[in-house]
């Protein structure tokens, strides 16, 4: 194992192959961003307590901000831009869009990505385990409860086979 | 908010993370686990290591096995995959409340039991969990093996037992005497903050008298501190307010020089040891013996 200035990362974005030169301080937000050009993840804190750059790696939430890219070697990432499917919305965006879960929107990735670890693992989440995952993330414009209400419409919609995603 | 630059390694066994570390100067390396703590360090370089080696790709770290005496955990494991473990939950309950109350779900998806005991924060969960609960560390270093009681690992801010060219590999947790009551509590602005304050206790019961009792508090002072003084105000007597009330002067009087910073003030902090030193061992008494 030697050590390195320069890393080559191999990995899964939205199903995805890409290999990438990178420097090794690169974390895996600006990975996203400045290499692939996802611009859907939001950068707000860079020190974890936000959660607006959430996204999936093996279909777990983490923060993209606390994770070096390299440290997502051999792995999938999803990404708010990996939510809709053949031109049309993800239940769970379409579930933001009709409870008016967001207003300025600069956090509404992050929501829908922590969001979606939870639905995809379980179908019908009380309004404690919606509200610890909610919990996560900060938003300083809705109050959060239109949030929750768009959680628990999008549990409705995945819940009932109404799942337009191909899984 | 972007790191300075560093070299990084990425080994996948724990005799090449040891060999580098032993390569390198030991000031100059900053081992990463999660990186749930170290990346904001990085991120804001309060931290500027030469090289970041990461420890994440080691997998054979990455465990939790039942033991005949309790549970051994390796230090890779991530806080979610204890959260989702049944045996956790089903027979060290403390360990689990401990864990849950640690930051969000997404922190706990990349978080490792490891990193945290390692980190040893003041204010953090594990710390207080694994000197209540007897936790041994177990340490590879270019020597061998060595373990290090919980109590003896946390050594003040930041700073652990663990000597440079260490690495903290496994966590092994007694399994509770049956009919021990244990209770953890914390108070944090929001659900997810780190504590301003908090305390574990465990106790057991006899005959309706207090044995074996044992309190920590975290968040209070430079470490996770075991209040001896307020153990021995309650050991030996009944269950009652009395008993428990007698613990407030010692406990006061053991957080002697609490933190004071904009999250709360040192008398702040140390009205909360205080109420919460006495109701986490109030619960515990109720869960012992078959209380609960």
């Known amino acids: 194992m030697t050590t390195n200035r320069e890393y080559t990362l191999r990995l899964k974005v939205n199903g995805d192959a890409y290999e990438s030169r990178i420097d090794p301080r690169m974390n895996l937000a600006d990975y996203l961003r400045e290499e692939l050009g996802l611009t859907a993840t939001h950068v707000g804190c860079e020190h974890g307590v936000c959660g607006i750059c959430n996204v999936l790696v093996d279909g777990r939430a983490v923060r993209s901000c606390l994770m070096l890219a390299a440290q997502a070697e051999g792995r999938e990432v999803r990404t708010v831009e990996g939510l809709a499917e053949g031109g049309k919305l993800h239940p769970i965006q379409e579930a933001f869009i009709e409870e008016h879960g967001l207003q300025c929107g600069f956090c509404t990735g992050g929501f829908m990505m922590a969001v979606c670890e939870l639905l995809e693992n379980n179908a019908s989440p009380s309004e404690e385990e919606i509200k610890d995952v909610v919990g996560g993330q900060i938003c300083r414009c809705t109050g959060y409860n239109a949030i929750m209400r768009a959680a628990h419409n999008a549990a409705a919609k995945m819940g009932a086979g109404g799942s337009s995603a191909a899984e | ?292």
Do not use: C
Not at chain 2, 41 to 50: C, D, F, S
Not at chain 2, 226 to 233: H, S, Y
């Open chain 2, 1 to 292: 908010m972007k790191s300075a630059p560093f070299e990084y390694a990425a080994p996948s066994t724990i005799g090449d993370a040891l060999q580098i570390l032993a390569e390198n100067d030991p000031d100059e390396v900053k081992l990463m686990a999660g990186g749930q703590s170290l990346m904001p360090l990085l991120n804001m370089r309060l931290a500027r290591p030469e090289l970041v080696l990461d420890l994440g790709r080691i997998a054979d770290l990455d465990y939790i096995r039942e033991t005949d005496a309790g549970v051994a955990i390796g230090a890779m494991t991530t806080k979610r995959a204890v959260e989702e473990s049944d045996l956790i939950r089903q027979q060290h309950p403390l360990f689990w409340e401990s864990t849950v109350a640690i930051g969000h779900p997404q922190i706990r998806n990349r978080g490792t039991v490891g990193g945290s005991m390692a980190q040893a924060d003041p204010a953090s969960e594990y710390p207080a969990a694994a000197i209540a609960l007897d936790v041994e560390m177990v340490v590879q270093g270019a020597s061998g093996e060595r373990i290090i009681a919980a109590e003896d690992f946390f050594v003040t801010y930041l700073t652990t037992a663990l000597e440079p060219g260490e690495i903290l590999t496994e966590v092994r947790i007694p399994r509770l005497q049956p009919g021990t009551g244990w209770a953890f509590d914390e108070v944090a602005r929001r659900h997810g903050d780190f504590a301003i304050v908090g305390a574990v206790a465990t106790l057991a019961l006899e005959g309706g008298v207090i044995r074996d009792p044992r309190l920590v508090i975290f968040g209070a002072a430079d470490r996770a501190l075991r209040l001896r003084a307020a153990e021995e105000a309650v050991a030996g007597r009944p269950v009652s307010d009395e008993t428990f009330d007698g613990t407030a002067a010692p406990i006061a009087q053991a957080v002697e020089d609490p933190l004071s910073d904009v999250h709360a003030s040192e008398e702040y902090r140390r009205h909360l040891a205080v109420v919460l030193g006495g109701r986490v061992l109030r619960v515990a008494a109720s869960r012992a013996g078959g209380g609960e």
